[in-house]
Protein backbone atom coordinates (compact mmCIF):
# COMPACT_ATOMS: atom_id res chain seq x y z
CA UNK A 1 0.00 0.00 0.00
CA UNK A 2 1.39 3.62 -0.61
CA UNK A 3 1.03 5.73 1.44
CA UNK A 4 -0.86 8.55 0.76
CA UNK A 5 0.63 11.60 0.65
CA UNK A 6 -1.68 14.16 2.48
CA UNK A 7 -1.95 17.19 1.84
CA UNK A 8 -1.02 19.70 4.24
CA UNK A 9 -3.31 22.59 4.88
CA UNK A 10 -1.61 25.94 5.70
CA UNK A 11 -3.04 28.51 7.84
CA UNK A 12 -3.06 31.72 6.37
CA UNK A 13 -1.64 34.20 7.56
CA UNK A 14 -3.64 36.08 10.72
CA UNK A 15 -4.71 39.77 9.18
CA UNK A 16 -6.86 41.14 10.69
CA UNK A 17 -10.84 39.79 10.50
CA UNK A 18 -13.82 41.21 9.02
CA UNK A 19 -16.55 41.09 11.55
CA UNK A 20 -19.42 39.13 10.49
CA UNK A 21 -22.60 41.24 8.49
CA UNK A 22 -25.17 42.00 11.02
CA UNK A 23 -28.85 40.85 9.96
CA UNK A 24 -31.06 43.15 8.72
CA UNK A 25 -33.42 43.42 11.42
CA UNK A 26 -30.94 44.18 14.08
CA UNK A 27 -29.73 47.44 11.97
CA UNK A 28 -33.45 48.51 11.28
CA UNK A 29 -33.81 48.27 15.19
CA UNK A 30 -31.07 50.37 15.66
CA UNK A 31 -32.36 52.75 13.31
CA UNK A 32 -35.63 52.82 15.17
CA UNK A 33 -34.63 53.31 18.82
CA UNK A 34 -31.85 56.26 17.18
CA UNK A 35 -34.94 57.71 15.65
CA UNK A 36 -37.27 57.63 18.91
CA UNK A 37 -34.52 59.09 20.72
CA UNK A 38 -33.89 61.98 18.06
CA UNK A 39 -37.87 62.49 17.41
CA UNK A 40 -39.04 62.55 21.26
CA UNK A 41 -37.25 65.57 22.28
CA UNK A 42 -38.38 67.04 18.86
CA UNK A 43 -41.74 66.27 19.35
CA UNK A 44 -41.75 67.57 22.88
CA UNK A 45 -40.19 70.97 21.99
CA UNK A 46 -42.75 71.27 18.96
CA UNK A 47 -45.81 70.71 21.18
CA UNK A 48 -44.22 73.79 23.78
CA UNK A 49 -43.88 76.13 21.07
CA UNK A 50 -47.37 75.65 19.25
CA UNK A 51 -49.22 75.78 22.88
CA UNK A 52 -46.83 78.93 23.28
CA UNK A 53 -47.99 80.61 19.73
CA UNK A 54 -51.69 78.80 20.51
CA UNK A 55 -51.77 81.15 23.98
CA UNK A 56 -50.58 84.30 22.09
CA UNK A 57 -52.95 83.95 19.64
CA UNK A 58 -56.14 83.45 21.81
CA UNK A 59 -54.75 86.97 23.82
CA UNK A 60 -54.31 88.41 20.60
CA UNK A 61 -58.09 87.73 20.04
CA UNK A 62 -59.29 88.53 22.96
CA UNK A 63 -58.28 91.98 23.16
CA UNK A 64 -60.05 92.52 19.53
CA UNK A 65 -63.14 90.91 21.37
CA UNK A 66 -62.50 93.32 23.96
CA UNK A 67 -62.04 96.23 20.97
CA UNK A 68 -64.60 95.26 18.95
CA UNK A 69 -67.27 94.63 21.61
CA UNK A 70 -66.68 98.65 22.79
CA UNK A 71 -66.53 99.81 19.15
CA UNK A 72 -70.51 98.19 18.73
CA UNK A 73 -71.18 99.57 22.10
CA UNK A 74 -70.07 102.78 21.22
CA UNK A 75 -71.97 102.77 17.29
CA UNK A 76 -75.48 101.11 19.13
CA UNK A 77 -75.66 104.52 21.41
CA UNK A 78 -74.62 106.50 18.35
CA UNK A 79 -77.58 104.55 16.09
CA UNK A 80 -79.67 104.97 18.87
CA UNK A 81 -78.93 108.52 18.87
CA UNK A 82 -79.18 109.18 15.10
CA UNK A 83 -82.67 107.05 14.64
CA UNK A 84 -84.03 109.57 17.65
CA UNK A 85 -87.86 110.54 16.56
CA UNK A 86 -87.36 113.95 17.63
CA UNK A 87 -84.07 114.39 15.87
CA UNK A 88 -85.46 113.09 12.76
CA UNK A 89 -88.51 115.76 13.04
CA UNK A 90 -86.31 118.76 13.62
CA UNK A 91 -84.36 118.04 10.96
CA UNK A 92 -87.60 117.46 8.73
CA UNK A 93 -88.69 120.45 10.33
CA UNK A 94 -85.46 122.76 9.87
CA UNK A 95 -83.78 121.51 7.01
CA UNK A 96 -86.16 120.13 4.59
CA UNK A 97 -89.21 122.19 5.69
CA UNK A 98 -91.93 119.86 6.05
CA UNK A 99 -94.87 119.45 8.63
CA UNK A 100 -97.58 117.60 9.52
CA UNK A 101 -100.52 117.57 6.62
CA UNK A 102 -103.52 119.05 8.02
CA UNK A 103 -106.64 117.40 7.10
CA UNK A 104 -107.76 119.40 4.26
CA UNK A 105 -104.10 118.49 3.24
CA UNK A 106 -104.53 115.13 2.92
CA UNK A 107 -105.80 113.72 -0.69
CA UNK A 108 -107.77 110.62 -0.82
CA UNK A 109 -106.79 108.59 -3.91
CA UNK A 110 -108.97 105.76 -5.09
CA UNK A 111 -107.29 102.29 -6.66
CA UNK A 112 -108.74 101.21 -9.91
CA UNK A 113 -110.80 98.42 -9.35
CA UNK A 114 -108.61 95.02 -9.94
CA UNK A 115 -107.78 92.35 -8.32
CA UNK A 116 -105.24 94.35 -6.26
CA UNK A 117 -108.13 97.18 -4.45
CA UNK A 118 -109.67 94.39 -2.16
CA UNK A 119 -105.81 93.07 -0.75
CA UNK A 120 -104.86 94.65 2.66
CA UNK A 121 -103.08 98.06 1.30
CA UNK A 122 -106.05 99.93 2.22
CA UNK A 123 -105.85 98.97 5.96
CA UNK A 124 -102.43 99.82 5.85
CA UNK A 125 -103.58 103.42 3.86
CA UNK A 126 -106.19 103.89 6.60
CA UNK A 127 -103.78 103.48 9.51
CA UNK A 128 -101.58 105.77 8.55
CA UNK A 129 -104.07 108.58 7.77
CA UNK A 130 -105.59 107.83 11.69
CA UNK A 131 -102.27 108.03 12.67
CA UNK A 132 -101.75 111.47 10.70
CA UNK A 133 -104.93 113.10 11.87
CA UNK A 134 -104.57 112.26 15.73
CA UNK A 135 -100.93 113.68 16.00
CA UNK A 136 -102.86 116.74 14.18
CA UNK A 137 -105.17 117.05 16.71
CA UNK A 138 -102.64 116.28 19.44
Known sequence: MAAKKRKKYTRKPAGPRKPAPLPARYVLAGIAVVSLIVAFPL?????????????????????????????ASRLRLAAEK???????????RES?????????????VRPAAGPRASSLGGWRFLTVLRKSLNQEQG
Open 43 to 71: LTVWKQVYITNSSRMQDRLADSVAVLAQE
Open 96 to 108: LGLEYPASRQLVI
Open 82 to 92: LAANERIERIA
